[in-house]
């Protein structure tokens, strides 16, 4: 069944500004004012919310350190998260966690995580409150590729298949962990079959379709609702932009990003696929660009004026006696 | 002499022990990099901080190994590559992910020794990267040297100046115990005057920075150099310090800790880790064992506050000790 047009204009409207935020801050991290390192999600946005669309505030997620488009998707206040980016007293984690640590526990969002293979097994736990408590919700794993090389994933896919939690385990393959490409690190570059091993289905769908994303998603939502225990999405997508701003990516041949914002970029074939299909008309689109341009805009205009964090703020948040 | 940055002289010393014994090993993530890449090229990153590079096409790929993202894999094949009669480098990106491969490290790296009742010895050298300054947040800039040094079995470096990474790079490889060698991100790139070639420096001896009357200073790895400028502005006031830098924590030269005490009376500890159960609090702990005869006043322990490691540049800032912080310590030590 197709997505009523609120719902499609609304997954619309998230992966737009997945991209243009991220878009935009690579732009701003030029300036020098942005602190420490970041990972751009851009590319892979129809996968953060292809998963998401079906998710509410009470549904769970454990993202990575490329976690920006799944706090986006999952409803994150955009411009919390900007001033959280640039290190500011009134970011969504008061300036403490930065890029990689961005956490809405209201928005069921368990954190943005700096250890690679450090989500899966905490969004297990928050599957097995779900079961506790039979309300009927899910809790979701975002990793990479290249976490799934990650012993602590394999124990919480076995974990979570042993428990029958419903938990979905979302495998973004962009190709790369870092600077080593998924076909060498990620033996068989099977990773649905990994996770069959384990016991539990496992689908293989196309990362820059929404509609692949967002059915296969469905699928093992419904087995997880209904009592059926954990699943597995391995979702083929690409990166826009280096592992992290600055990475010169040497490991990847040179035309190759210009080659996949061709050919992979989700937003363009969502625009192709809802005007082909007349789901969508393109003024209703164009017009969601250009609310997401100004939001951006003020997002980022409200994080460089905004006041960073005292002194005092060091040691809030933390038992300290000595 | 020659400069080099503590990236440069590390990579020498690498190289220079790659190329005199063939047992040494490098593995890790992306220490070459570029493997299964799309544009062929090898050695696209030589180590996320470029400390590895340039050892794959010298040594090859039986020698360099690229690693999937398996922290507890790598530290454990290390291990097994050292009782299987290698000389294992491994290299952790972050020391912060010991948390991930801590089984390997402390249960079983340091105990095979002793517990196999000396018939082995598992030479393994573990570098990583270390410390605050740099605003990678609460899972990127620990320090979390206390940690490694509270377990018997392991030996532990901590450098802080090129010189000295590439003279205890190369005492660490040869050792037969296992050594966790923290390199402070922030000083990779700070030159110093180090000579070509092959030379050691031994663990268990402190460096004897600098040499003054009225109050001993410690400092671990990139503190050592923030004293210093702490000294400097002192200086101007008369007031003078013995700057030590242990450079081993695991074994600790405490003796020159006692000698310095007897002449200046007074110590103060500089560490960015948090301060309980710290390597500052461990060296007051022994002062005050051995040498409390020697003490005119309080220890003071310069350290970071007992909260993770913040984001923001600000509180960054706020929580690493500052030379302004260790200048106002040290004067009010000595006026006291
Ligand atoms: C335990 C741990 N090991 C290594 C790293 C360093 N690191 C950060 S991201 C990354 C690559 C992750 O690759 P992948 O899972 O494919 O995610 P992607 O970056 O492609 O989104 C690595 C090695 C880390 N943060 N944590
Ligand atoms: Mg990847």
């Known amino acids: 069944m197709p997505l009523p047009p609120d719902r499609l204009l609304r997954a619309y409207r998230q992966m737009k500004t997945i991209r243009e935020f991220e878009e935009r801050l690579h732009v701003e991290i030029q300036t020098g004012e942005i602190p420490g390192f970041t990972h751009l999600y851009s590319g892979q946005e129809a996968v953060a919310v292809g998963i998401c669309e079906h998710l509410d505030d009470a549904d769970w997620i454990a993202s990575t350190h490329r976690g920006h488009g799944h706090c986006i998707a999952k409803g994150c206040d955009v411009t919390g998260m900007m001033l959280e980016i640039y290190g500011r007293r009134d970011g969504l984690c008061k300036g403490k966690g930065g890029s990689m640590h961005i956490a809405d526990m209201s928005k069921g969002m368990l954190g943005a995580n700096a250890i690679v293979g450090g989500g899966p097994p905490i969004a297990v736990g928050a599957a097995i409150a779900c079961k506790a408590r039979r309300d009927g919700k899910v809790a979701v794993a975002f990793g990479g590729d290249g976490s799934c090389n990650q012993g602590t994933v394999f124990e919480a896919m076995n974990l979570a298949v042993v428990l029958k939690a419903p938990a979905i385990f979302v495998f973004e393959d962009n190709g790369y962990s870092e600077h080593t490409g998924a076909d060498y690190a990620v033996g068989s570059r099977d990773i649905a079959g990994r996770a069959r091993g384990f016991g539990m289905p496992a689908e293989t769908c196309d990362g820059s379709d929404f509609f692949a994303v967002h059915a296969a998603m469905g699928r093992a939502l419904e087995r997880a609702r209904n009592g059926g225990g954990p699943s597995t999405i391995e979702a083929k997508t690409t990166r826009f932009f280096g592992h992290f701003e600055g990475d010169p990516m040497l490991y990847r041949a040179k035309d190759e990003v210009a080659r996949h914002r061709e050919t992979m970029d989700c937003l363009r074939i969502f625009r192709a696929r809802v005007s082909e299909r007349s789901l969508l008309d393109s003024a209703a689109l164009d017009a969601v660009d250009a609310e997401v341009m100004a939001l951006i805009d003020r997002s980022v205009a409200a994080a460089r004026s905004a006041a960073p964090p005292t002194a005092a703020d060091l040691l809030t948040d933390v038992y300290v006696s000595y | ?336």
């Open chain 2, 1 to 336: 002499m020659r400069q080099l940055s503590m990236r440069d002289a590390i990579n020498e010393a690498l190289h220079l022990e790659m190329a005199r014994d063939p047992r040494v090993i490098v593995l890790g993530e992306d220490v070459s990099g570029g493997a299964g890449g799309t544009s062929g090229q090898r050695d696209a990153a030589g180590g996320v901080f470029g400390v590895t590079k340039g050892l794959l096409p010298k040594f090859g790929e039986d020698r360099v190994i690229d690693t999937p993202i398996s922290e507890s894999a790598i530290i454990g094949a290390a291990n097994g590559a050292a009782l299987a009669g290698m000389r294992p480098v491994a290299e952790l990106m972050f020391a912060d992910f010991l948390g991930v491969c801590f089984d390997q490290v402390f249960n079983q790296a340091a105990k095979f020794r002793y517990m196999f009742g000396g018939k082995t010895a598992c030479p393994i050298v573990i570098r990583t990267a270390t410390g605050a300054g740099m605003n990678m947040g609460a899972q990127h800039s620990q320090s979390m040297y206390a940690l490694v040094t509270a377990v018997p079995g392991l030996k532990v470096v901590v450098p802080s100046n090129a010189y000295d990474a590439k003279g205890l790079m190369l005492t660490a490889i040869r050792d037969d115990d296992p050594v966790v060698f923290f390199e402070h991100k922030a000083i990779y790139p700070r030159k110093g005057a180090v000579p070509e070639g092959d030379y050691t420096i031994p663990f268990g001896e402190a460096a004897l920075v600098r040499e003054g009357e009225h109050v001993t200073v410690v400092a671990i790895g990139r503190m050592v150099s923030f004293a210093e400028k702490a000294l400097d502005a002192l200086a101007a006031e008369g007031i003078t310090a013995d700057l030590i830098d242990p450079r081993t924590l695991s074994p600790l030269d405490d003796e020159t800790i006692y000698e310095s005490l007897e002449n200046t009376g007074r110590l103060v500890i500089v560490d960015e880790s948090p301060p309980r159960c710290s390597v500052a609090s461990d060296i007051a702990a022994l002062v005050a064992s051995n040498a409390f005869h020697a003490l005119k006043a309080p220890i003071v322990q310069i350290t970071a506050p007992h909260t993770p490691v913040p984001f923001a540049r600000e509180l960054e800032r706020a929580y690493v000790p500052s030379p302004q912080s260790i200048e106002a310590a040290i004067r009010r030590l000595v006026k006291q």
